[in-house]
Nanobody, 118 residues
Framework: QVQLVESGGGLVQAGGSLRLSCAASGIIFSINAMGWYRQAPGKQRELVAIITSGGTTTYADSVKGRFTISRDNAKNTVYLQMNSLNPEDTAVYYC????????????WGQGTQVTVSS
């Protein structure tokens, strides 16, 4: 059974930092790309950051220079370090594990709330 469990969300003041974690089980973690996405109220879910199985990272323009995605294959965990947070970063943050080559897979976590107060 595949599980992606996010943690680390919460309430923080503008300018503060949070570190999100996503612990995966039931998958071959090291061969999957991992991503963080977010969805604010009334908005569509959007990409925040991706890290491939080889360690290549991609970021949304809105978070470049402030957020850092990383992975620890030994712990089956992906992280999102978020610095210089602003109220526009308020959203539910979701972890995703996927593989675009055969066998294709696509799994999502349940999400963790991040609220940034001004």
């Amino acid at each position: 059974q595949v599980q992606l469990v996010e943690s680390g969300g919460g309430l923080v003041q503008a300018g503060g930092s949070l570190r999100l974690s996503c612990a995966a089980s039931g998958i071959i973690f090291s061969i999957n790309a991992m991503g963080w996405y977010r969805q604010a109220p009334g908005k569509q879910r959007e990409l925040v950051a991706i890290i491939t199985s080889g360690g290549t990272t991609t970021y949304a323009d809105s978070v470049k220079g402030r957020f850092t995605i990383s992975r620890d294959n030994a712990k089956n965990t992906v992280y999102l370090q978020m610095n210089s947070l602003n109220p526009e970063d308020t959203a539910v943050y979701y972890c995703r594990s996927y593989r675009t080559t055969i066998p294709r897979t696509d799994y999502w976590g349940q999400g963790t709330q991040v609220t940034v107060s001004s």
